[in-house]
């Protein structure tokens, strides 16, 4: 059974930062993408960033020049560097990924999500 665990969320001023990280876990043979998502209360769940095992970013661009993906594959985890906070980045954060068990077929993963609560 894989579980992705995240954590580093919380509670900080607008202008600050937070990192938040992404453990994956249990029977992993490989993993292609990792991506952080959120989702705001009433809102549709959002790409953030992703990264490919090659280390190939990608950025909405609501966080590009704040926000910076990167992952360590040989620890299955992947980090969110997230500086200057806007209370717009108020959200539940996801862990998402894409990996396979035994280099045959892929399945995406999510995390249960940690809060990012940004105030002004």
């Known amino acids: 059974q894989v579980q992705l665990v995240e954590s580093g969320g919380g509670l900080v001023q607008a202008g600050g930062s937070l990192r938040l990280s992404c453990v994956a876990s249990?029977?992993?043979?490989?993993?292609?993408?990792m991506d952080w998502y959120r989702q705001a209360p009433g809102k549709q769940r959002e790409l953030v960033a992703a990264?490919?095992?090659?280390?190939?970013?990608n950025y909405a661009d609501s966080v590009k020049g704040r926000f910076t993906v990167s992952r360590d594959n040989a620890k299955n985890t992947v980090y969110l560097q997230m500086n200057s906070l806007k209370p717009d980045d108020t959200a539940v954060y996801y862990c998402?990924?894409?990996?396979?068990?035994?280099?045959?077929?892929?399945?995406?993963?999510w995390g249960q999500g940690t809060q990012v609560t940004v105030s002004s």
């Open positions: 998402h990924a894409v990996l396979t068990y035994s280099g045959t077929y892929y399945y995406s993963h």
């Open positions: 249990g029977k992993i043979f490989s993993i292609n993408d």
């Open positions: 990264i490919t095992s090659g280390g190939a970013t």
